[in-house]
Nanobody, 129 residues
Framework: QVQLVESGGGLVQAGDSLRLSCAASRRTLGNYVMGWFRQAPGKEREFLAGISRIGISRIGSSTKYADSVKGRFTISRDNAANTVYLQMNRLSPEDTAVYYC?????????????????WGQGTQVTVSS
């Protein structure tokens, strides 16, 4: 099993930015497709962003974003820190939710919840007006 821990959530005002972190101590996250999801009260869990496994023979990675956050959110990796990030800019109250990171053994970046095998505990993001 992969144990994932999210951090960086909190209470912010509309227009502010946050950077969420997802770390693992005993697994190399570069071996997994990684994704960020969120779930607001009364709504289903929503895919936000995904990033491919770290390549050995190429530089860079493939990413995929939900239309609702494309241009505002950015997913990235810090390989040395074994950490995946979600940079969130221009936050609005509609972004208020519990945010989860997840790891998948899929070959390609996937947007499907059922394709992710391991999940963090979630971190609360609340955006006030």
């Amino acid at each position: 099993q992969v144990q994932l821990v999210e951090s960086g959530g909190g209470l912010v005002q509309a227009g502010d930015s946050l950077r969420l972190s997802c770390a693992a101590s005993r697994r190399t996250l570069g071996n997994y497709v990684m994704g960020w999801f969120r779930q607001a009260p009364g709504k289903e869990r929503e895919f936000l962003a995904g990033i491919s496994r770290i390549g050995i023979s190429r530089i860079g990675s493939s990413t995929k974003y939900a239309d609702s956050v494309k241009g505002r959110f950015t997913i990235s990796r810090d390989n040395a820190a074994n950490t995946v990030y979600l940079q969130m800019n221009r936050l609005s109250p509609e972004d208020t939710a519990v945010y989860y990171c997840a790891a998948s053994t899929a070959v390609l970046v996937t947007t499907t919840i059922r394709s992710y095998d391991y999940w963090g505990q979630g971190t609360q993001v609340t955006v006030s007006s």
